[in-house]
């Protein structure tokens, strides 16, 4: 599978809760950055995914583009907290691929509104 339809399916897999599959694709040194939170090493990635991330819902992709060894993500999530509160954002999702096909860093920017840089 090439890294484009890697990240693809992602976000099929991660919407319907698939955590063991979207677990795999992390090498063992892998690096997720999440706005503002950093989380090193693919034990606390997995930590990340099973027991703080609370939200349920469907990502929207605009677009998906593959350049060597990275792709980039657009889209929009739509869904729930974990208090039911309803949660929409757009992101932006840049992943770096090792040569043996496991992701080695992800970045993701999310859009938070003109308000948050006002003066």
Known sequence: MTPGAIVEEYYRRIDSNDLDWVVSLFSEDATYVRADSRLQGKAEIDRFFRTQRRIRGKHVIDS?????????CKGEFIGRGETGDRRQVRFFDVWHFHSSGKVRLRETYLALGHEYVKS
């Open 64 to 72: 998906i583009v593959a350049v060597r060894d990275q792709v980039f």
